[in-house]
């Protein structure tokens, strides 16, 4: 009786990973599939990844993505810090509230206002500037979380310790808070890093029509058709977040354990 | 020995500030500032080519018409009512499939468990889009592409891991004898779970529904994407307004729907599960 239960739990288990991998699967194989119909397999090639690396537009857009990523995770990763290490401190009742809403709340709602703001308000032609701000508004509360996260686990008395030896606040900071709290730095620049690449919907809001990143750009082309060209810039997408993700769950086990 | 601690509390005041000071500030400008400015925006009068009616216009430039439009119109209520059934059957399949997973990682041995969590969360390292865009290579070939099912399939495999990890973090949790005691008691292997497993992991289930429930009302490009020219959702609905037809006080008013249906849906996770938590003792 128990015996059976654990095979249909295991069964049950096995066919919802299969869900979760099948599909991402299928988007790699045939990304090496020497056919332009995504139908049947015929045979090997590169051809897909030649094509993508000759192609401008592509090209400009994952310049777009790498460097604003870059920008966004460095800037999201010191405010972050800096709220993360101010919400475990002080208790400030309205600084959660601040730094978390903006990852609860539906993408489209922070991408229609920061549209209006860009607009409206700013008059700013939309473009690199507003990609980036937008990018650092989402980020800044995944590394505080991960940096709270890291600090709540610590003694407090280590701080303690350090002002009672007649250390200033700074020198506090240098160190003894930023060594104790660099992985969680590390893994937060990844998390953001990774996120700020991947948007599709906040950055499709905020673009405008100069500027473009790798989503937009695969957005475009699969509202126009399948294209094999399209698999292999996923794959390549897929493979660079994959190591991010690594990465960042090996420096912060505790990503693991906490919701997102 | 007062002046001191005085001398430390202001010291303390303005470190605080120091550090606290940048991140509100900037999420001040970046957050705060535009929510307000869709309220605002939402009672404006439509420009003529787009945007607002300059505010010089003076008390031209301000109307409700906007919310009479959505509340005047059946269509927008039926967009909204599709979305939350959308949102609803997503969130209960998603139930469904994270139910078994959650349980066999709750359930293994405890150095086994990271791996498996890493494997439900790894597909979801990869782009929104690719995952769309592997239903469509998947759907294309059946036949089911634009339809309902591919809109609830592509929701489901968009959000299912916001299912799995609450619900494992509450499983986990459990304590074994509860179980040994309704066996010794005498309950088969189907009581046990209805009348202890899953009653007591209800506050894992509210809490990974507001993680799905909310992110699939405002979700536009799965419908768009995977679904026909019937499935229209709220996020279609203000995408539209804000990129095509360019009614930006209509999509600020819809924005604001939106908005208040989420802090509802949200009020209500967080006191289902606290509920939840009551009535059933220590776990969480």
């Known amino acids: 009786m128990r015996r059976r239960a654990q095979w249909l739990l295991w069964g049950a288990s096995l066919a919802v990973y299969a869900f979760l991998y099948v599909p991402l699967a299928v988007v790699v194989i045939f990304s090496f599939n020497d056919s332009l119909l995504n139908a049947e397999w015929v045979g090997f090639t590169l051809s897909w990844y030649r094509k993508l690396l000759a192609d401008e537009e592509m090209l400009a857009a994952a310049g777009n993505s790498l460097a604003i990523a870059m920008l966004s995770s460095a800037l999201a990763t010191v405010l972050g810090a800096m709220a993360g290490i101010a919400m475990q401190r002080w208790r400030l009742p309205w600084l959660p509230l601040l730094v978390l809403t903006p990852v609860a709340m539906p993408e489209i709602l922070l991408g229609v206002s920061l549209l209006l703001f860009f607009r409206q308000v700013l008059d700013l032609t939309l473009g690199f500037f507003s990609i980036l701000a937008a990018h650092v508004t989402f980020s800044i509360g995944f590394v505080a979380v991960i940096v709270r996260a890291r600090l709540a686990g610590m003694d407090e008395g280590l701080f303690e310790a350090a002002r009672d030896l007649g250390a200033t606040p700074w020198m506090t900071f240098r160190r003894v808070t930023f060594p104790l709290i660099l992985p969680a730095l590390v893994a937060g620049f990844l998390m953001s890093f990774t996120l700020s690449i991947d948007d599709f919907v906040i950055t499709f809001f905020v673009a405008g029509v100069g500027v473009s990143t790798l989503p937009l750009q695969i957005y475009s082309m699969i509202k126009v058709a399948v294209t094999p060209e399209v698999n292999a810039v996923s794959t390549l997408l897929m493979a660079l977040t994959l190591t991010m993700v690594l990465a960042a769950t090996r420096l912060a086990p505790d990503i693991l354990r906490r919701g997102r | ?284």
Not at chain 2, 137 to 142: F, Q, V, Y
Not at chain 2, 230 to 240: C, Q, S, T
Request: aromatic share 12%; with cysteine; hydrophobic share 55%.
């Open chain 2, 1 to 284: 020995m007062d002046e001191r601690r005085e001398a430390l509390e202001a010291g303390s005041r303005w470190k605080r500030w120091l550090v606290a000071g940048p991140p509100t500030a900037f999420l001040l400008a970046f957050f705060l500032v535009p929510a307000i400015i869709v309220v605002v925006a939402s009672f404006r009068e439509p420009g003529e080519f787009g945007g607002l009616v300059p505010l010089a216009a003076g008390a031209a430039a301000f109307s409700a018409e906007a919310y009479r439009f959505v509340l005047g119109d059946i269509v927008y209520a039926e967009i909204f009512a599709a979305s939350f059934a959308v949102a609803a059957v997503t969130t209960v399949a998603c139930v469904a499939l994270a139910y078994p997973l959650a349980w066999l990682i709750a359930r293994s041995p405890r150095r086994r468990r990271d791996l498996l969590v890493l494997l439900v969360i790894l597909p979801f390292a990869s782009n929104f889009l690719v995952r769309i865009y592997a239903w469509i290579m998947l759907l294309g070939p059946a036949n089911l592409l634009y339809t309902p099912f591919a809109v609830i399939a592509g929701m489901v495999y968009v959000h299912l891991p916001f299912m799995v990890l609450p619900l494992y973090t509450n499983l986990e949790k459990h304590d074994p004898a509860l179980l040994e005691a309704a066996q010794d008691l005498g309950a088969g292997a189907w009581t046990r779970f209805w009348r202890v497993t899953f009653p007591l992991s209800l506050p894992g289930i509210w809490s990974g529904s507001a993680l799905v429930f909310i992110p699939v009302l405002g979700m536009f490009a799965v419908p768009e994407l995977l679904g026909g020219t019937g499935d229209v959702l709220i996020g279609n609905l203000i995408k539209e307004q804000f990129l095509d037809n360019r009614d930006w006080p209509l999509g600020s008013a819809l924005s604001i729907g939106l908005t208040l249906a989420v802090l509802a849906l949200a009020g209500l996770a967080a006191a289902l599960s606290r509920r939840g938590l009551k009535g059933t003792g220590a776990v969480s």
